[in-house]
Structures are given as structure tokens and as C-alpha cells.
């Protein structure tokens, strides 16, 4: 499709909607950026400047909106892809929101977090028969932090990124159609992949967990949480975490890979033949910038979104299918002592996925 014809609508004014929302405007696309009015502000904040100004690793520049609005319904009219800016917590309510209003023929893409199989118990729940695809990569493509609304920084762009449709029989056409704009999307087997691939619940959990008393003697100050927290003790942590979601990625499907060899797949210029996990975390030009301080209190996204949304949701498949996962079920019980929550009900579980007391096997006929 032409840059004419491509259209666009970015939901969230987030890091990452807004990222992607300068990204697409900047290469020549019509981008809509939306946000529920309870973050009005920065649509405003936005508006007032005129756009968003964008530097770093993708494309930079000030990238003009063709639309800002708080009118949901209205930013998707007549685009062709959807795609969700927030953290995994705005899933949910954008896609119910908008349940009758999305049009025939239309993408809507997630970053992970097992949004796409979420996203058809949604519309199936509400009775809507729409031809809407949801879609998922395996993380954002974008290693980014909004200074303030209007101002992003990109500290790096994956050169690959893993990418697949629910069905998996549509992956092909939404690459065909997102190609020109994003070349790094890769299509791979279906969205389990995408979901049970997704790496940060096994980095930023260990992360915090082992390193919260420096987190909360210096609130996040003058150390990075990737530069410094990731020694060689905590990288065997996050190791064996690996070894236990690797289980239940390969249940269903192949084309999983292993955090270790995250690097050399996503990002280019990484050699980890030569170099250890903790060694690449602590040495990576991306995960050492200086926008990415360590947090200022353990209840972080870190651990409250990539626990529900990643950890308990493994942990609910893993039991359903008797695999043994003494790493992650440790995870969860500490991070629940230390946040006071119990992540082994608080979360996503194999019935909100549509899957409860399937086989592997009923599990890869249903996402083809």
C-alpha cells in the first residue's frame, strides 16, 4: 500500500505510543493518536507543542499527528492498523471500548503479553463477529522513554523482531502490509511464540527481586538497573527462569529462542559466543543509557506488569500441563511476599486465554 493509502491509529501516549507514533508519521504515514480522557493531559501536552519531537536510534525529527484526539471511536475510523501504545494493563479496556466500532478488514497489534488470544475471548465474549485480526510482537520494537508528553528519546531499534496474527494463517498478509514501514517485523509459527518468547518477565523480575534493598536505600539513584544489577548471580537467576519457560514454549511450538541468544537475534553488533548474559546485559550501549535509571520503588512495572501479564500466566499453563517449574514458582512467591499480592490468582490464567483444560495439541489447532 502507498503512504497515501496506509493509515494508522496509535492507542496511548505512553513511551511506546508515542515512540511509534513519530516513528510512522515521520516515514510518511497518516498516524491518529489516542488516550482514554484520564490522561487527557498528555494529549494536550502534545498538542500544545504541535507534534512529537523524536531523536535517538529510529527516526528523528518533529513528526505532526494527523490527528490527536480522546475520541477512541473516531482515531480508528478507517484505518488500517491498531496499534495499542500502552503497557499491557491497557489491553483490556481499549479493546472493550472499542469492540463495536472496529471496521472489516482491520490489524490490531499488541506487544506481547499474550494480547492476541486475549483479544478473541474479548470480541467473543461481547458476540462481535467483526473480520478484525489482532496481532502480536514478541516486545516493542523500540528501547525508549518519553521525557516529558512531546519529547522521546530512542535508545535502540531491534533489527528483528518476532512477530505473528491469531489465526497464524493471516502473519503473511499483515507482514506483507507493514513491510514498508516496519521491515524488522518477522513473521514466526503463531502467537504463542510471540507471547511465551516475550523476555522481559525474565530479566525485570530478577532484577528488582535481587537487587530491592538498593532500590530502596537510594530510590533509583545514580545506578542503572541493567549496568549494575545484572551481575553474575542474578543473570543465573534469570537463566534458570529461561529453562522453565522454555518448557512451555516448546509444549505448543517451535521457533522460540533462548534468552541468552536474545541479543544475537533481535539486535546486530552482539557477539555472546564471547560474552555472558550478565556480561551483555552490563556492557549493552541500549540497556545502559542513561534513560533507563533503576527504578524507585520495587512496586514497579518491572514486577506489577510483568508478573500478571507474564509470570502467572506461564505458571497457570505450566500447571495445567504438570511441568515442573521450580524457578518461576519461586519468583512469584517472593515477589508476592514483597508486594503483599498473591501472583499466583492475580494475573491472567489458561480460562481468560480460552485454553483452560486444553492439550498442547488443541492448543496449536486453535491458533493456526
Not at 484505518?79 to 472493550?96: L, M, N, Q, R, T
Not at 499488541?110 to 516486545?139: C, H, K, L, Y
Not at 525474565?202 to 549494575?228: C, M, Q
Request: aromatic share 10%.
Amino acid at each position: 500500500m502507498s503512504k497515501k493509502d496506509l493509515k494508522f491509529a496509535i492507542l496511548g501516549t505512553g513511551n511506546s505510543g508515542q515512540n511509534y507514533a513519530a516513528d510512522i508519521a515521520l516515514k510518511g504515514y497518516s498516524v491518529n493518536l489516542a488516550e482514554v480522557p484520564l490522561f487527557e493531559k498528555n494529549l494536550k501536552a502534545i498538542e500544545k507543542r504541535g507534534g512529537i519531537e523524536l531523536s535517538g536510534e529510529s527516526e528523528n525529527g518533529f513528526a505532526k499527528l494527523n490527528m490527536v484526539t480522546t475520541d477512541l471511536v473516531k482515531a480508528i475510523k478507517g484505518v488500517d492498523v491498531i496499534i495499542i501504545g500502552g503497557s499491557a494493563f491497557a489491553h483490556e479496556p481499549f479493546c472493550k471500548a472499542l469492540a463495536p466500532h472496529f471496521e472489516d478488514g482491520q490489524f490490531v497489534l499488541f506487544t506481547s503479553n499474550f494480547g492476541a488470544m486475549r483479544f478473541r475471548m474479548w470480541m467473543q465474549e461481547a458476540g462481535i463477529a467483526t473480520d478484525v485480526t489482532p496481532v502480536e510482537t514478541m516486545s516493542l520494537l523500540y528501547a525508549t522513554r518519553a521525557t516529558e508528553p512531546g519529547l522521546v528519546h530512542c535508545a535502540g531499534v531491534k533489527n528483528v523482531l518476532p512477530c505473528a496474527a491469531l489465526p497464524a494463517s493471516k502473519t503473511q498478509a499483515f507482514i506483507d502490509k507493514i513491510a514498508p514501514v516496519f521491515p524488522q517485523f518477522k513473521a514466526v509459527e503463531d502467537v504463542w511464540v510471540t507471547s511465551v518468547n516475550n523476555l522481559n518477565p525474565i530479566v525485570h523480575p530478577p532484577l528488582v527481586l535481587f537487587n530491592a534493598g538498593r532500590i530502596e536505600s537510594t530510590k533509583g539513584n545514580t545506578w542503572n538497573i541493567y549496568g549494575d544489577g545484572a551481575t553474575k548471580s542474578v543473570a543465573k537467576i534469570m537463566n534458570s527462569l529461561d529453562e522453565d519457560r522454555m518448557e512451555i514454549l516448546n509444549s505448543v511450538s517451535s521457533g522460540g529462542f533462548y534468552f541468552k541468544d536474545a541479543f544475537t537475534n533481535l539486535y546486530s553488533g552482539y557477539d555472546l559466543d564471547k560474552k555472558t548474559v550478565s556480561d551483555t546485559l552490563r556492557q549493552s550501549p541500549i540497556h545502559n543509557d542513561p534513560a533507563f535509571l533503576a527504578p524507585e520503588e520495587v512496586d514497579t512495572r518491572y514486577l506489577n506488569e510483568d508478573l500478571p501479564f507474564g509470570l502467572t500466566p506461564w505458571y497457570s499453563i505450566a500447571r495445567m500441563w504438570d511441568i515442573n517449574t521450580p524457578t518461576l514458582d519461586a519468583m512469584i512467591h517472593i515477589a508476592s511476599e514483597m508486594l503483599g499480592k498473591d501472583y499466583f490468582k492475580e494475573g491472567v490464567t489458561t480460562k481468560e486465554l480460552g485454553i483452560d483444560s486444553m492439550t498442547p495439541k488443541e492448543v496449536k489447532e486453535m491458533l493456526v
